[in-house]
């Protein structure tokens, strides 16, 4: 069975700053997909980006990217110039073969003025 | 174009009560998910469907938990009788298709007293 890890429970960063968030994966398919996901307080949640396995470019969304290490089944966003709205919890998810998504525990960001 | 509604947005009752949660999701969206988010946990499925049809409920506790989505719109989950494990906050997500992001609702935060 596929499982996601987020080894990271919190994370602070000062804003303007950069930060890292870890994430990795298990799986024997070759085929996939790997998400980020935006659960700010209270709000829904929302993708941030998203990475085809087959994919060997990394996937940008503006001030947020990613490091996609295939071999190492590892996946980490990187946010730029953090800003006070990115704080939130960030999710890693995985979508499989079965189309469903399977979620790591979550990484709280906090953003320091 | 409209989210996912869902309501209510919070509900508290008694274990042992009943509880209906109501989901809309996006219009055209033939995929629509139930979550149980637990606070510091990320979403776990409890039932996906396509169009009105189960995909998959094999982490449904079907001995208290039912969904049904009529006409393959809108949904409900019911839990009958609540228990105390059963306070979380219950996301429903819905997705026109494979490679499509997840439309989450805001949740319906539940407290089992």
């Known amino acids: 069975a596929q499982t996601v890890t987020q080894s990271q429970p919190e994370m602070s960063v000062q804003e303007a700053e950069t930060v890292t968030l870890s994430c990795t994966y298990d799986t024997s398919e070759s085929d996939y997909y790997l998400f980020w996901y935006k659960q700010p307080p209270s709000r829904q949640m929302i993708l941030v980006i998203r990475q085809e396995a087959y994919k060997q470019q990394n996937a940008t969304e503006n001030r947020f990217s990613v490091n996609f290490q295939k071999a190492a089944k590892s996946f980490s966003l990187k946010i730029s110039d953090s800003q006070l709205g990115d704080a939130a919890m960030y999710f890693c998810?995985?979508?499989?073969?079965?189309?469903?998504?399977?979620w790591g525990a979550g990484t709280k960001l906090i953003i320091k003025p | 174009e409209a989210g996912v509604a869902q309501s209510p947005r919070y509900k508290i009752i008694e274990k042992r009560q009943s509880v209906a949660f109501w989901c809309n999701p996006i219009?055209?969206?033939?995929?629509l998910y139930w979550y149980q988010q637990i606070l510091g946990q990320g979403p776990k499925l409890l039932i996906q469907f396509q169009n009105n049809g189960v995909v998959d409920d094999s982490q449904l506790p079907k001995d208290r938990f039912s969904a049904e989505r009529l006409k393959g719109v809108d949904s409900t989950l019911k839990i009958q009788p609540a228990k105390l494990e059963d306070s979380a906050v219950y996301l429903c997500?819905?997705?026109?298709?494979?490679?499509?992001?997840?439309?989450f609702g805001p949740g319906t935060r539940l407290t089992v007293l």
């Open positions: 997500a819905s997705q026109a298709g494979r490679l499509n992001e997840q439309f």
């Open positions: 998810a995985y979508e499989g073969s079965n189309y469903q998504l399977i």
């Open positions: 219009s055209g969206h033939a995929t």
